[in-house]
């Protein structure tokens, strides 16, 4: 496997779905081992065979245009290629990498499309979901990839969303910069976080003016974050409001301590399987790991098993609710947080 160096200037957040050197791509690769950023909690055989084998599954599903899934093929193939970039897979090199390289020539020829570098399906309430994600995965290829239209296409695609933000700080599920809600303004609070890492220039107001609208939609008495305001707040919600806020350089403001109270105080039905299942145990997860071990090793072990038994065995595929790659995809990057190859999960 392939882990990445960093620049010494470089400073290092976390996601993601994310941190990343400061220089045009990631720096020369190097071999190692890999190294557990908690140490307590480490990859079991059983969580690194789990793993292996969904990226089999996803080798085997991809389509002859680059792409994975069907409703959400940006979306899903952006999940996808971070996947196998979790496990130090390369574009063009290695086992995957010629499933990479077509990945993200699909991605930058949707952006070859005359919408203006939006990314996402026109006129859908998930497209600016499709939007963000495929700016974190050309975010993470950057650097590795031969092609050479990758750089040219994530500029672009960095400017709609700077753009789309709307007079609150937020984002919702268009390109234009009208309402806004808890989830999408994350989404791109992420996303814009990754390409500034990776080099690309995004205004510190437009952050500034993200996480403003990220703390408005906490409610002070519970914790937890509400959909477009402190009112309902949720799982999921939390999750990603106070992943977005650590990102934000917020890590010991009182909105964080309030929401991993909330987290760590749900009910267990959180590991079960419900609704948003993998989108909340995704960011809560990352929420665990860079808050500290107490809170990840009483976390993941029970995240871990919860997905090892959802695994199709014969085939190494996910399927929970919202489709194939999409589970096995997000399965993988929460069992593999404690690898350190995807800048996402450095802290």
């Known amino acids: 496997m392939k882990t990445f160096g960093k620049k010494a200037s470089t400073a290092i957040l976390l996601f993601s779905w994310f941190s990343f050197l400061s220089m045009p791509g990631w720096a020369i690769a190097q071999e190692a081992s890999p190294v557990q950023r908690v140490a307590r909690v480490k990859l079991t055989p059983e969580v690194q065979e789990a793993i292996s084998k969904g990226l089999v599954f996803l080798s085997k599903t ?41 990945g993200l020539a699909y991605i930058v020829n949707v952006g070859k499309k ?56 937020g984002w919702r599920y268009n390109p234009e910069p009208r309402d806004a809600d808890l989830s999408m303004t994350v989404m791109h609070t992420v996303a814009l976080n990754s390409a500034k ?44 409001g106070v992943m977005s806020l650590i990102m934000g350089g917020r890590r010991d403001h009182p909105a964080v301590a309030r929401g991993m109270k909330f987290l760590n105080s749900y009910p267990d039905q959180k590991f079960s399987g419900g609704s948003h299942f993998l989108y909340g145990n995704y960011y809560a997860i990352q929420c665990m790991y860079q ?24 085939d190494g595929r996910w399927s929970i609710k919202e489709g194939d790659t999409y589970s096995t995809s997000m399965a993988i990057l929460i069992l593999g947080v404690p690898y350190r190859f995807l800048p996402i999960y450095q802290r």
């Open 62 to 102: 991809q389509k002859q245009d680059g792409s994975w899934g069907d409703k959400h093929p940006v979306a899903d193939t952006s999940l996808a290629l971070m996947s196998f970039m979790l496990q130090g897979h390369v574009p063009g090199r290695g086992s995957y990498g010629d499933h990479m390289e077509r």
């Open 114 to 169: 005359g919408r203006g570098g939006y990314l996402g399906t026109p006129s859908h309430h998930g497209g600016m979901y499709e939007h963000g994600l495929a700016i974190l995965a050309l975010s993470e290829a950057w650097g590795q990839s031969t092609n050479r239209d990758l750089r040219n296409t994530l500029r672009k695609a960095v400017d709609v969303t700077i753009r789309a933000q709307n007079s609150q700080g």
């Open 197 to 240: 890492e990776a080099g690309i220039s995004v205004p510190d107001k437009i952050l500034d003016k993200a996480v403003k609208y990220v703390e408005s939609c906490q409610d002070k008495t519970s914790g937890g974050f509400g959909y477009s305001g402190p009112s309902g707040p949720g799982f999921a919600r939390t999750g990603a």
């Open 291 to 314: 808050m500290g071990e107490s809170h990840f090793n009483s976390y993941y072990p029970r995240i871990r098993d919860a997905l090892l038994q959802k695994q199709n065995k014969s």
